[in-house]
Every structure is written in C-alpha cells, then in structure tokens.
C-alpha cells in the first residue's frame, strides 16, 4: 500500500502565511488523486476543507487554498488565524484505495 | 441539516465481533456512497470501507478484508459495519462519512471501539 506523507509539525505567526505539503511514495502527487485535506480539532471529528485538490466545502474559510506543487498536494493558509490551531490530514486515492496522510500538527503561535 | 449518529460501539475481546451502525438524516441516503473510516493513536486515520448507493458495491482496505462487512439498509437511512475476528489493531475511534462534493463531504461524530480481554 503506498504511503502519504506530511509534515508531522509546523508552526505559523497569527496573520501568516504557511504551505502544509502531502506527498505520495509512488511518485508525484496528480490530480489524479484527487488530494483531500481535513481539519481537525481535540476531541472533534475530521472536517473536510478541500476536495479534488482545490475545491473548497461552503464552510471552508477562504483563507484556506488547495493546489498541487512540486510533486505534492498542498494546503496553504494565508492570514493564519488561533482557531486554525488543529491537526491536518491529507489524503490521496489509489485506484479506489484512500490512503491517509500521518497529519500535520499546525500551532499558530 | 444532515446528520449521521454512529453507535453499537464498546468493549470487546480478542477475536470477538461487533456491529456498529450509523443513522443518517438530512438528505437522500439512498443516493450517496457512505464510507467507514477508523482512527487511533498508533496508525492515526484509516479509511476502512466504503459502499456504493445501492448496496451493490462494497470497497475494502486490505487489513480488513475478510473480516470486516459494509452494509446499509435504505429505507431505514442506515450503515453498518459488521466486524469479525476483532484484534487490537482494530481498536478505534470508527466514523461514518458520506460521500457528496468529495468522498468524505460529512462526518459524524464516531464510536469508540475497544479491543481488550
């Protein structure tokens, strides 16, 4: 089964901008799997933010972006807000296998 | 204002079984996929399952083939998860996720399932 990585930490400034990446260990990260990113807080469940690599939910914050670069899915907050506080998953498919990232640890601090 | 309640959660032994189920509302069951996915401190977020809208297609992660059954019953806007040969890999937080824009649009709140002799 392949394997998505992301960053396991990150730190960003109130008002800041950061790039949490998600990369695949089969090779470049497409459209084609259909990257997904979630928020979520302690003691809640997942959130999705965005689907099939850019498209945002109606609750999700527009400060919030989707895109590929470099290889890997990517979810950049711009004007990083305390409530962004939360851990970030990302995921890929594989030929209708959905594979997680580990998620990211962001502290706006 | 859709809504999905999972329960059937608990404690269960080694090699033991279990049925969770989820209840949805707020939308037309019948015409979405509905997914289980796992979580637990040691392997984080799993998807486990998904099943097509008419029940005609099930899709499994490899660990759980075998041993694990999706299921739905439409008309009663309900999910099932039958698991089978239960081992504490499988203990987790278990969620219900319909699908809509995007696999995972909604969650629900999950069940605790707990793995111990």
């Known amino acids: 089964q392949a394997v998505v990585t992301q960053e396991p930490s990150l730190t960003v400034s109130p008002g800041g901008t950061i790039t949490l990446t998600c990369g695949s260990s089969t090779g470049a990260v497409t459209g084609g799997h259909y990257p997904y990113w979630f928020q979520q807080k302690p003691g809640q469940a997942p959130r999705t933010l965005i689907y099939d690599t850019n498209n945002k939910h109606s609750w999700t914050p527009a400060r919030f972006s989707g895109s590929l670069v470099g290889g890997k899915a990517a979810l950049t907050l711009s004007g990083a807000q305390p409530e962004d506080e939360a851990d970030y998953y990302c995921?890929?498919?594989?030929?209708?296998?959905?594979?997680f990232g580990g998620g990211t640890k962001l502290t706006v601090l | 204002e859709v809504q999905l309640v999972e329960s059937g959660g608990g404690l269960v032994q080694p090699g033991g079984s279990l049925r969770l189920s989820c209840a949805a509302s707020g939308f037309t069951f019948s015409s979405y996929w509905m997914s289980w996915v796992r979580q637990s401190p040691a392997k984080g977020l799993e998807w486990v399952a998904s099943?097509?809208?008419?029940?005609?297609?099930?899709r499994y992660v490899d660990s759980v083939k075998g041993r694990f059954t999706i299921s739905r019953d439409n008309p009663k806007n309900s999910l099932y998860l039958q698991m089978t040969n239960l081992g504490a890999q499988d203990a987790a937080i278990y969620y219900c996720a319909k699908a809509g824009s995007g696999w995972f649009e909604y969650w629900g709140q999950g069940t605790l399932v707990t793995v111990s002799s």
């Open positions: 099943i097509q809208p008419d029940g005609g297609e099930e």
């Open positions: 995921l890929l498919s594989y030929n209708q296998v959905e594979v």
